[in-house]
């Protein structure tokens, strides 16, 4: 069955002195991956090189970026290469993640590319997907999450699903303390794995690893994770303390599927 993955979006947060601090204290606590679970957390791009050092006391664990360009190289001032990333130790990386769509042009056509550049280079994309509250209200939410898995995917052949991780973060659930309900989210995961089957079979749905994001704490993991279709969460404000990332591996390593 699928690994639960419990991945930290640490935003424009944590400077390299402070991911080394951080991963300082959470290994005095946590010397290894539990079994089962895998464990990513997508710092800054000045802090990779210290998070992919300083996490490696920690057997097992995984570091990402949060966006890459889909280029290999080029006059694009201020942008960086999924090479670039490969070469700081990273493994995953975070693609169209909503503050990226909704401030910086990020659209369904780019996260494309970045899918197909970023398992081209052997990164993992973390493709994250997600509707605003007025397209929930709206009773369009299905068809915006469709769209943007149908767009993701195009092009990725089925063979490098596996090496793919769907998010689905309802927007109106991103630091707005707000969290989807346990039903809201399974009923969204489940749809996802539907369309995922749809658009490849049911083994390759099956692999596939889908995390919900949006205001997950330690307090409300054990309850998301849970959901049948729910395996994991991308996790902002409440990744930024060891105590309470750690709180959440357990949560995981406990409910293993
Ligand atoms: P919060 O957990 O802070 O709501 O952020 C969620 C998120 O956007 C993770 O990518």
Redesign the pocket.
């Known amino acids: 069955m699928r690994n639960f993955l419990i991945a930290g ?1 640490w935003k424009m947060n944590r400077n390299a002195a402070e991911t080394a601090t951080f991963f300082n204290e959470l290994s005095a606590d946590l010397k290894k991956v539990p079994n089962g679970v895998d464990v990513l957390i997508c710092p800054v791009y000045t802090s990779l090189q210290a998070a992919v050092e300083t996490s490696s006391k920690i057997n097992g664990f995984k570091i990402g970026a949060q966006n890459m360009h889909f280029e290999d190289s080029g006059a694009f001032t201020g942008e960086i290469t999924a090479d670039m990333i490969r070469e700081t130790g990273a493994d995953y990386v975070i693609i169209g ?1 909503s503050e990226r769509r909704q401030y910086f042009a990020e659209t369904d056509e780019t996260v494309n590319k970045k899918t197909i550049k970023a398992i081209d280079k052997g990164l993992i994309p973390v493709i ?1 997907v997600g509707e605003h509250l007025s397209e929930r209200k709206e009773n369009k939410h299905f068809d915006v999450v469709k769209h943007q898995v149908v767009e993701a995917y195009k092009n990725v052949a089925t063979g490098d699903v596996s090496k793919t991780v769907i ?1 689905y ?1 309802p927007v109106w ?3 707005t303390g707000e969290t989807a309900t346990s039903e809201q989210a399974q009923e969204m995961h489940r749809f996802i794995r539907s369309e995922m089957e749809k658009l490849y079979d049911a083994n390759t749905a099956n692999a596939v690893q889908i995390l919900y ?4 704490k330690p307090e409300n993991a054990g309850e998301l994770l849970e959901c049948e279709d729910v395996d994991g969460g ?5 990744s930024l303390k060891p105590d309470s990332f750690l709180k959440m591996i357990k949560t995981a390593s406990e409910l293993k599927k």
């Open positions: 979006n993640h994250c998010a973060e659930a991103i630091g994001g949006g205001s997950m991308l996790i902002g404000g409440a």
